[in-house]
């Protein structure tokens, strides 16, 4: 069993009572375990068989809404340019934990202090697959002084832009129509959906399944694929309720272990172990070097 992380009492009595639920619903999630020493395997030429990531989802209290801090990737990046992101990156082998990557990144992303009083961890969610090839672990984190965003900056060549978006929208997108959002056909949002559009695309090489890329418009570039799936789940789990619309594809793999099969004949993993991700092409997964005693908790 996970174990519950404190919460001062004057943090949670900050927030309203309906978000307060949302936060206690949230702190007493219990994600399946997830041992990743199991990846830390490599091949014969010794290149690791893959790579692990945190991100930190960091929920702050606006106006009485429960609201996400997102950023848009530096355009000058050569991997997902512009796109929308949580903050977050890849476990250096100095981290203890994904804990301290996921704040050690928000800190060199955006600014946020690190071990900041005021930014309290809440849970862990399950592991999800990026298309990067990065085993990624969402750090869910309640913020109780929002001021500080106000000093937030986005750090050159990483990050362009530094916004929010209703935790609840992408549970109900029309929560979003009342923000400054971006122009409807422009770059950031060419859909002809006011405020969401998927589209499922075909896996061959996974079983010949499907995955159901999601598409929310904020005040910036569309909130889509991992950044969207780990939303989706932190909603589900805070306010207790499904999405209005389909979250699965037809024919879409909804748990871990018939991803992790494919993963094992792909790379030689040996050992498996169960849970749930979003479904890539041509994924790896591992530990880097160092981190042999990282152990990940995980679960929808």
Known sequence: MAPVHDIPEEALESLSPANRVCIERLRSHQPEKVDLSVFLNTSDSGYPLAKLAAVLVLLFEKAGQLRVLLTTRSKSLRAHPGQVALPGGKVDASDADVFETAYREANE?????????????????????????????????LLTEPSIIETFTPSPGEVDRIFDHPLEAVLDPSLASKEKLSPKGGPDWP????????????????????????????????????????????????????????????????????ILRILESQVGVQHATSGTSTPTPKIEVGVPSGLERAVVNAGN
């Open 191 to 258: 859909y002809e959906e006011e405020l969401y559009n998927h589209s499922d695309i075909d896996l061959p090489w996974l079983g010949n399944s499907t995955y159901r890329m999601h598409r929310f418009r904020s005040t910036a570039f569309a909130i889509k694929g991992l950044t969207s799936d780990i939303l989706i789940a932190t909603a589900e789990i805070a306010y207790n309720k499904p999405p209005l619309y389909e979250r699965y594809a037809p024919g879409q793999l909804r748990t871990f272990a018939p």
């Open 109 to 141: 992303e955006v600014g946020l202090p690190r071990h900041y009083p005021h930014a309290h961890t809440i849970c862990t969610l399950r592991p999800y697959i990026s298309s990067a090839k990065l085993l990624v672990t969402p750090v869910v984190s």
